[in-house]
């Protein structure tokens, strides 16, 4: 298996509502990242988990929750969004931060309305 | 921090030649990237290249890497309308980090 699968692929959610994105790899990854990329914008780094710790957090505001339930699920959970967190959401993994043989995810489509 | 440029546009004909540039400020990168995003769709991984070549080859594309200025190039030859996408080169610092894409338009 050489794919990261992220579900759901698209979502759609309220300002007040919960919810939770999944990822999962099981190529033996052991640095897993979110992306969140808007529309003809670069992807931009969010979390990175490292050993399933969280590494780094790009100054993330906190109604966006990352969990590392294990080595091969990475979770997003999500709870009172706004508009402007609308984006494409990606997952990706790699056999250890900062080396060869990243894997991404298709990504979760979310609008918050 | 890390900082990754590119030009934002580049528009060739079929069958033309097409250089992407790209420009980084990590020094110790062990890896540089090229992924296409076409529209509405993921990250697709074109080449990378090892921070201590000069140049790969792959098929239609060439990935040139100076490593003193920190430029990066990808050229892709006889460039079809099917190339037309947005590019991004990354940097493969701590994390991936890319820079702001250019957006390649092939006219027939």
């Known amino acids: 298996d050489t794919e990261v699968t992220q579900t759901p692929k698209h979502l759609v959610m309220g300002m007040t509502n919960k919810k939770s994105l999944k990822c999962e790899q099981h190529m033996g990854h052991r640095a897993m990242y979110w992306y969140k990329q808007k529309a003809k914008k670069p992807p931009e780094l969010m979390f990175v988990?490292?050993?399933?710790?969280?590494?780094i957090n790009e100054s993330v505001p906190s109604r966006f929750s990352p969990e590392c339930p294990n080595s091969s699920l990475l979770n997003l959970h999500l709870h009172a969004l706004q508009p402007e967190d609308s984006a494409l959401y990606l997952c990706?993994?790699?056999?250890?931060?900062?080396?060869?043989?990243?894997?991404f995810g298709s990504g979760t489509r979310l609008t918050v309305v | 921090g890390e900082d990754v440029e590119q030009s934002l546009f580049l528009s060739v004909r079929e069958g033309d030649s097409s250089v992407i540039n790209c420009t980084y400020t990590d020094s110790s990168s062990t890896y540089l990237y090229w992924y296409k995003q076409e529209p509405g769709a993921g990250l697709q991984l074109l080449t990378y290249?090892?921070?201590?070549?000069d140049m790969k080859q792959d098929q239609r594309l060439t990935v040139l890497l100076n490593k003193k200025d920190k430029h990066l190039s990808l050229r892709i030859a006889d460039t079809q309308t099917g190339d037309s996408a947005i590019y991004f080169c990354a940097d493969a610092g701590t994390a991936l980090i890319f820079g702001k894409g250019t957006t390649l338009s092939v006219s027939s």
């Open positions: 988990y490292s050993y399933e710790k969280l590494s």
């Open positions: 990706a993994s790699s056999d250890s931060a900062g080396t060869l043989g990243y894997t």
């Open positions: 290249i090892f921070s201590n070549m």
